[in-house]
């Protein structure tokens, strides 16, 4: 009997051991080899403010950060703010291709936001603020997360470094719809590139009016 007892504890210890592992890699977070553990974006802009869900504050900032001089203020009136709320996801992307910029489009996967902001692009996005018993859309931009404290950071409203925790997000995130995006450059490619998915979105550019963007777009990529 005392040999069978010893194979018996081994064997739960080993299954211990392996359980302790599995939680301390999801104590950290999503499963992301070889990004970092930490990012923070600190030089992205940030316009603080909540009217018209912050739609132009956010969208002022993503053109910011790719070296256009603008304001808020300046994009009401193309964003058609504060009438056309809902359609500010639609408008938000028409005006930044008429800008030359590329508008490309996130998985609705954390692991797939987080590898953008890991390799240097600030993610553009809406979730849902408040509570179950009300809550409003809200744009914002993805700046950072720590895969150990398990949250992310957000330039929303008037907070600049908006932290919340990974569930919690995921969860306001999936509420809005799941939508997120890059404003791009032509020639500044995405981490973990979709090679059609730019080239569509090269398309709705050279749509917008935009067709010596598109074509550097296209190039950028060999097509």
């Not at 719809?177 to 404003?183: D, E, M, N, P, R």
């Not at 090679?195 to 979105?201: C, I, T």
Request: with cysteine; proline share 6%; hydrophobic share 45%.
């Amino acid at each position: 009997m005392l040999p069978k007892m010893n194979v018996m504890a081994r064997t739960l210890l080993v299954c211990s051991l392996l359980a302790g592992v599995a939680a301390c890699t999801s104590s950290n977070g999503p499963a992301l080899p070889g990004l970092a553990d930490r990012v923070e974006l600190n030089g992205v802009p940030f316009f603080r403010g909540n009217a018209n869900q912050s739609g132009s504050m956010v969208l002022a900032s993503m053109l910011s950060q790719q070296g256009i001089t603008i304001t808020p203020g300046l994009l009401d009136p193309a964003l058609k703010l504060p009438g056309e709320t809902d359609r500010l996801q639609q408008n938000i992307a028409q005006v930044a291709r008429e800008y030359g910029l590329l508008v490309y489009p996130l998985d609705p996967e954390l692991n797939a936001l987080l590898a953008q902001v890991s390799a240097g692009n600030p993610v553009m996005l809406r979730y849902s603020e408040g509570s179950a018993f009300w809550s409003q859309p809200r744009y914002a931009l993805l700046v950072g997360y720590d895969r150990f404290k398990r949250h992310v950071l957000l330039r929303s409203g008037m907070n600049r470094r908006l932290q919340m925790d990974f569930g919690s997000f995921s969860s306001a995130w999936k509420s809005a719809g799941s939508w997120a995006i890059l404003v791009q450059q032509p020639n500044q490619l995405p981490a973990q590139l979709d090679r059609q998915r730019w080239l569509d979105a090269a398309r709705e550019t050279a749509a917008a009016g935009q067709e010596p963007a598109a074509a550097r777009a296209r190039k950028a990529v060999g097509a």
